[in-house]
């Protein structure tokens, strides 16, 4: 059942063919059951398939000075109206009509700075982003509802 505590809406989906590069945006996308976003260099059986990021947190770097945009931080989706860190492991969200992932990590550790950081002059994704395995595929599209569901499985 819905989670009245939180909602957003998509405003970015970007995907990359490498990992540690800034994304390419696109209007669309489709989440793959068990794998992630279709093409992404992320995606696969693991615990980390997507990427989310708050919009906010974006807009943030930006007014630090950063030039960065949407997909720069290596993000899958970004999101706004969701406050991101403060989603617990565990929470299954609903994207769109069809699409459910499980988060399963805040945050992440950063052994080294990799491109983005260097290109950025900072990435936020290690403090304000969370990741997660995609339960139920489907396509998403920028525009689309991001709700945050009860810690129950599906409807």
Request: aromatic fraction near 4%; proline fraction near 2%; hydrophobic fraction near 40%.
């Amino acid at each position: 059942m819905d989670n009245t505590s939180g909602g957003g809406r998509v405003v970015s989906i970007a995907w990359s063919e490498r990992k540690g590069e800034r994304k390419t945006r696109v209007e669309r996308a489709v989440l793959v059951a068990g794998h992630g976003l279709e093409g992404d260099a992320h995606a696969g059986p693991w615990h980390r398939q997507v990427s989310l990021l708050a919009a906010e947190g974006i807009s943030r770097a930006r007014e630090r000075g950063l030039d960065v945009h949407f997909g720069d931080f290596a993000e899958n989706v970004a999101t706004e109206g969701i406050d991101w860190p403060a989603v617990a492991v565990g929470t299954r969200v609903r994207i769109g009509a069809e699409v459910e992932i499980e988060i399963t990590q805040i945050g992440k550790r950063c052994h080294t700075r990799c491109a983005i950081y260097h290109m950025a002059g900072d990435c936020i994704m290690p403090r304000e982003g969370v990741f997660g395995r995609v339960l139920r595929g489907g396509e998403i599209r920028v525009g689309d509802a991001v709700r945050l569901l009860s810690g129950e499985a599906g409807e």
